[in-house]
């Protein structure tokens, strides 16, 4: 007797769909901003009538806050997913901090919402960050320095303060992606080239094996591991997980 197929329940589609326009917004927000961005090219994008589109969403401003809310949530679970994992707490950051490079140059979807809010920040206009201090930034900041702070108990890392370190491994990620006009008028080649970004990841976590940890050499087989457990995403792309088998055999001494 043949099995009937399964059928997908009111509140399965609904969520489907829901899900699909706040897909389709935050591709049209972060390309064309809160003021460029045309809800019928949302609706389109979705596959959904635009009045479909507003009964999820009352209105253009409550769907940029939903797009926004989701991306950013979903940095904020990939990134606790990282800093709660396995692994010591030292190789746990440095994990963190190479996310943190990928997902600048992978996620170009949230590094754009977040430019836009940033510049509404910094000219004193309204703006959908106050939200997510509490749901993402602060969760996030709290993790990392726990982290940090464990390392730093256990001897692992150097001693020094944790808000400086976190400020000197994750800043040093937005200087080199902020620079890169520059750097490309100085030196005439394109930091944001795969090669370079290859190479400035490369030696990223390589500087950290070697900066804060106390026993260079330990620092060195952390730096090691993370390289060869965590590919280069391409642009658009999610951070492939660690390989745990490797772990034991890597920081083996």
């Not at 940029?64 to 979903?74: D, F, P, Q, R």
């Not at 000219?123 to 320095?145: C, D, I, Y």
Request: aromatic residues 6%; charged residues 25%.
């Amino acid at each position: 007797m043949p099995v009937p197929t399964p059928t997908r329940t009111q509140a399965e589609r609904a969520d489907q769909t829901r899900a699909r326009i706040l897909n389709a917004a935050v591709g049209e927000f972060s390309e064309h901003g809160l003021s460029g961005a045309r809800t019928e090219q949302i609706a389109e994008a979705a596959g959904v009538n635009k009045a479909l589109l507003y009964y999820y969403f009352k209105g253009k401003d409550a769907l940029y806050t939903a797009a926004l809310e989701a991306v950013a949530e979903g940095v904020r679970d990939s990134s606790l997913a990282l800093l709660e994992g396995k692994g010591s707490a030292g190789e746990r950051f440095v994990r963190s901090a190479l996310e943190h490079f990928d997902r600048i140059h992978a996620n170009w979807r949230f590094q754009s919402l977040m430019q836009q809010e940033m510049v509404r920040l910094h000219r004193g206009e309204a703006h959908a960050l106050s939200p997510l201090v509490e749901k993402v930034f602060k969760p996030l900041t709290m993790k990392v320095q726990a982290v940090l702070l464990e390392g730093m108990a256990s001897g692992e890392l150097i001693a020094v303060d944790d808000t400086q370190l976190r400020y000197s491994a994750l800043g040093a990620n937005v200087l080199y992606f902020l620079s890169a006009p520059m750097q490309r008028l100085i030196t005439g080649t394109d930091p944001l080239e795969r090669s370079q970004l290859e190479l400035r990841r490369k030696l990223t976590v390589e500087y950290l094996g070697q900066a804060i940890f106390t026993d260079r050499q330990y620092g060195a087989r952390v730096a090691r591991l993370v390289l060869e457990t965590t590919p280069m995403p391409k642009e658009g792309g999610i951070r492939p997980q660690a390989v745990p088998e490797l772990r034991a055999k890597r920081l083996k001494k």
